[in-house]
Nanobody
Framework: QVQLVESGGGLVQPGGSLRLSCAAS????????MGWYRQAPGKQRELVAL???????NYADSVKGRFTISRDNAKNTVYLQMNSLKLEDTAVYYC????????????WGQGTQVTVSS
């Protein structure tokens, strides 16, 4: 079992920045790829960014150039730096780990709300 705890969400104006954190605990030896998904009201959950244990990253086209995913393996923590936030970035952001060798999510965090509003 892996437990994921997110923090860092909140209310920000358009153009502003936020940094999300996700701390993993439990069977962390099984963790390779971690990432972030988000779900806006009335929409399906969508992938935002992934990072593997070697530091390779993938981003959704909608956040490329604005969001940066990183991780601190010593702290078992993954981060999502979000800059130039737009109204459409408003969503609940979920941290996750992928099942080893797959693109399927193994564990989810509880989610943290990000609201972009003027």
């Amino acid at each position: 079992q892996v437990q994921l705890v997110e923090s860092g969400g909140g209310l920000v104006q358009p153009g502003g920045s936020l940094r999300l954190s996700c701390a993993a605990s439990g069977s962390i030896f099984s963790i390779n790829t971690m990432g972030w998904y988000r779900q806006a009201p009335g929409k399906q959950r969508e992938l935002v960014a992934l990072i593997n244990s070697g530091g390779s990253t993938n981003y959704a086209d909608s956040v490329k150039g604005r969001f940066t995913i990183s991780r601190d393996n010593a702290k078992n923590t993954v981060y999502l730096q979000m800059n130039s936030l737009k109204l459409e970035d408003t969503a609940v952001y979920y941290c996750c780990t992928l099942r080893p060798g797959t693109l399927y999510v193994g564990y989810w965090g509880q989610g943290t709300q990000v609201t972009v509003s003027s």
